[in-house]
T-cell receptor, first 111, second 112 residues
C-alpha cells in the first residue's frame, strides 16, 4: 500500500522567503503526482501535476520536482506572500483510480 | 477551466435522515469520486465511478451509496445518517486515468 508523508507538518516564514515543501512516497511505481492547495474550510485547488516521465513542472512562482527512484517530490514557492498561507497536499496516483494523499503541510507566511 | 460544483456548502441533518449530496462537473469527465476529510485521518475515498451507471467501492463505503445516471452528475447518498458521518465531503472528477483531479469546494455536513 502506498504511504505518502509530508514534512514538515507546519511551516511559518516571513514574507519574501522561499518555501520548500517535501513529499515522500513508499512505492516508486507511480503514474503521476499532484500538488494541491487547501484554504480553511474549502475544497482542494490543483497547483501542479507531474507525470511519472517528467522531472519537474513550473507554474509562475511554483516549481515542483519529482524523483521517482528515491520516492520524493518537492514543491518550491518563490518569494512567498501572505496569500500563500494555506495547507499544501501532495497526492500520488499508484493505480488507475485511487489517489494516496499526504497529511499536508500548513504554511503561514507572516507579513 | 473545469468546474466541479457541489450543491451545498453547509448541511445540518438529523440522525436517521436520508441525505443526498450532489456533485456536477461541466467538462465531460469520465471519472468521478467522493471523498471525506477528517482531522487526523486525511482524505479517504468513499466511492468512485469511471463511467455512467458504473460505481466502485473505495476504502470506506459502509453507510453510503452512490448514483451516476448522467455523466456530469455523481450523487452520494447517506441511507440513514449517523453522527459519525459528520465530516467534510469532497467531490472530484478526472478526464481519465492519465489526467489530474479537479475538486469541488466541499460540503460540510453535520449530523445531529
Amino acid at each position: 500500500k502506498q504511504e505518502v508523508t509530508q514534512i514538515p507538518a507546519a511551516l511559518s516564514v516571513p514574507e519574501g522567503e522561499n518555501l520548500v515543501l517535501n513529499c515522500s512516497f513508499t512505492d516508486s511505481a507511480i503514474y503521476n503526482l499532484q500538488w494541491f492547495r487547501q484554504d480553511p474550510g474549502k475544497g482542494l485547488t490543483s497547483l501542479l501535476l507531474i507525470q511519472s516521465s517528467q522531472r519537474e513542472q513550473t507554474s509562475g512562482r511554483l516549481n515542483a520536482s519529482l524523483d521517482k527512484s528515491s520516492g520524493r517530490s518537492t514543491l518550491y514557492i518563490a518569494a512567498s506572500q501572505p496569500g500563500d498561507s494555506a495547507t499544501y497536499l501532495c497526492a500520488v496516483k499508484s493505480n488507475d483510480y485511487k489517489l494516496s494523499f499526504g497529511a499536508g503541510t500548513t504554511v503561514t507566511v507572516r507579513a | 477551466d473545469v468546474k466541479v460544483t457541489q450543491s451545498s456548502r453547509y448541511l445540518v441533518k438529523r440522525t436517521g435522515e436520508k441525505v443526498f449530496l450532489e456533485c456536477v462537473q461541466d467538462m465531460d469527465h469520465e471519472n468521478m469520486f467522493w471523498y471525506r476529510q477528517d482531522p487526523g485521518l486525511g482524505l479517504r475515498l468513499i466511492y468512485f465511478s469511471y463511467d455512467v451507471k458504473m460505481k466502485e467501492k473505495g476504502d470506506i463505503p459502509e453507510g453510503y451509496s452512490v448514483s451516476r445516471e448522467k455523466k456530469e452528475r455523481f450523487s452520494l447518498i447517506l441511507e440513514s445518517a449517523s453522527t459519525n458521518q459528520t465530516s467534510m465531503y469532497l467531490c472530484a472528477s478526472r478526464l481519465d486515468y492519465n489526467y489530474g483531479y479537479t475538486f469541488g469546494s466541499g460540503t460540510r455536513l453535520t449530523v445531529v
